[in-house]
């Protein structure tokens, strides 16, 4: 009887390990050597093609995800918990997507650094063939810091933009012979304030960081650096432009062929030895432990023969990614839902395609894109009004507003019909942003909620109503109202998120829902 069990445990182990870890090690293991053999040859000995630094990680877990979604999803399916076969195993496909993701993003930057060459001159001056990421060591570094630039640009960060980051982002020409001022030396002074804190006294703090941006940039030394690094495509090299375009000197080469340096004090020759280090740490150790944990899983029969014959191993879930998709497609009940998410994403998606940061966008940003702000529409920009809504201040941002709107979108929607709903939307857009300025808030704001909070106000009035849908729809209301609507207004308190286009939105939904129920019955009547 132990021989049977041992056999059947080896039999066990090695379709599981045939089945099940294997496309696992190879999806890890074939995108880390594809994604570097591109690296080498359009970054490393081409240079042809650069991502910026800032949407690097999203074009990576990107491309994890779709690794997951082709090759790793399905095997992991046919695994069941044996004392619970229902489970769905989601903590397994994170770890098996990590698999790949981790050790692709390590390699990518180890590739880069191992790579870098350090140039060792007198002058700057005449170089050539360097690439991003290179070193200088330069023993006869010319300067003059009467001739700087400097560019100011504000920040919001923060889920909720709870923090506020002040950065002064100073340039020094190089100079050389030739005068055409190619090379730049460029330092960063930053100061990070509460957004409520920075809004109560942002006149006299503004004043005070200014100061002492000033006072550190005077006491800065380039000629005390140890190697000077090219600084890369990204949000920080884009400031380093806009403050070398502010300086007393102007260059004669294109804004791509600027060469901005940073200090960097770190050994040339231990710049990889982390990042070496914890590649082997990712790959085999992520490896190891998918493989150590599907040990204690069970194979499903069922599901393993649907599998080999690959036929849809659960067709519910494939149905629900399928239908997920297909959200974005206007169709049916979210017609108009399905156009302002789409519209909102194209909108985002210009942004960063434009050079706007993907995490933490500088308001000059938002601002050229429609975004709200009292100036503006005092001087006769009304339009912000609208437009506003269709911007957003970063990936997180977007990403929890089209969630929410999926969900209020499609139950509204579902309710009363596409072309109510259209004007329910714009309405408590505008209502929201006209009381967000009438609240006195001088800050930059963007951003679906106002109006998703206008759905919210309508789902409230149906409450208030009592109307009876018979499909529990109330109670879906009560907890959208009352669970996400007040934390997100527990939250903006907190953190000075813009309440005011919250609360707006809300009661213009609130009094557009007793007006659509009025208009109504009297129809019916």
């Not at 870890?21 to 074939?30: E, M, R």
């Not at 005449?126 to 290179?134: I, K, S, T």
């Not at 506020?164 to 460029?186: E, M, R, S, T």
């Amino acid at each position: 009887m132990p021989i049977n069990n041992d056999k059947d445990w080896l039999h066990q182990f090695v379709r599981k390990l045939k089945y099940v870890f294997l496309p696992i090690f190879l999806s890890s293991t074939l995108t880390v050597i594809f994604f570097g053999i591109a690296r080498w040859y359009l970054n490393i000995q081409g240079d042809i093609f650069h991502v910026s630094t800032d949407i690097q990680f999203w074009v990576f877990i990107l491309i994890a995800t779709i690794v997951w979604a082709l090759f790793i999803r399905k095997p992991l399916q046919i695994l069941i918990i044996k004392k619970n076969p229902a489970n769905d195993l989601e903590l397994l496909h994170l770890l098996a997507a990590a698999a790949v993701f981790v050790p692709l993003i390590i390699s990518q930057f180890y590739l880069i650094d191992r790579n870098a060459k350090l140039y060792q001159v007198e002058h700057i001056y005449g170089q050539e063939n360097y690439r991003e990421n290179d070193y200088f060591q330069v023993s006869d570094l010319v300067f003059d810091k009467t001739d700087f630039g400097v560019f100011y640009s504000v920040h919001t960060k923060g889920r909720n933009n709870e923090d506020v980051n002040l950065n002064a982002n100073y340039v020094i020409p190089i100079l050389g012979d030739n005068g055409n001022f190619q090379f730049w030396i460029a330092e960063r002074f930053s100061k990070e304030y509460g957004t409520r804190e920075y809004e109560n006294n942002r006149a006299v703090l503004w004043k005070q960081f200014v100061k002492n941006a000033e006072e550190k940039y005077w006491k800065f030394n380039p000629s005390e650096h140890k190697y000077l690094r090219i600084i890369p495509q990204s949000d920080q090299r884009r400031e380093f432009v806009e403050a070398i375009m502010n300086s007393d000197v102007y260059p004669e080469v294109d804004e791509d062929d600027l060469v901005i340096l940073k200090i960097e004090d770190k050994e040339f020759e231990s710049r990889y030895n982390g990042e070496q280090k914890w590649f082997y740490i990712s790959y085999i150790g992520l490896n190891l432990l998918v493989l150590i944990i599907i040990q204690f899983l069970k194979i499903q029969e069922v599901r393993f023969k649907r599998f080999r014959r690959n036929n849809p191993i659960n067709g519910e879930e494939e149905d629900s990614i399928k239908e997920a998709l297909l959200f974005l497609v206007p169709r049916k009940n979210h017609f108009i839902t399905s156009i302002m998410i789409d519209l909102n994403l194209i909108v985002f998606v210009w942004m960063i395609a434009s050079g706007v940061s993907i995490m933490h966008p500088l308001s000059s940003d938002l601002l050229d894109f429609g975004a709200l702000r009292y100036q503006e529409v005092m001087d006769g920009e009304y339009w912000r009004l609208i437009t506003s809504g269709f911007v957003h201040i970063g990936i997180a941002h977007i990403l929890m507003n089209m969630m929410f709107l999926a969900l209020s979108g499609y139950l509204v929607e579902s309710a009363i019909g596409r072309w109510k709903f259209l004007i329910l939307y714009i309405l408590t857009l505008i209502g929201a942003n006209i009381n967000s300025l009438l609240w006195g808030s001088q800050a930059v704001s963007a951003g679906a909620s106002g109006a998703l909070f206008g759905l919210l106000g309508w789902m409230f009035a149906q409450v208030l109503m009592k109307r009876k849908t018979g499909d529990g729809s109330n109670i879906i209301y009560l907890f959208l109202i009352f669970g996400i609507g007040g934390i997100t207004l527990l939250v903006g308190l907190i953190n000075n998120s813009n309440n005011a286009a919250h609360l707006g939105g809300l009661a213009v939904g609130l009094i557009l829902g007793f007006i659509l129920e009025w208009v109504d019955w009297l129809r019916k009547d």
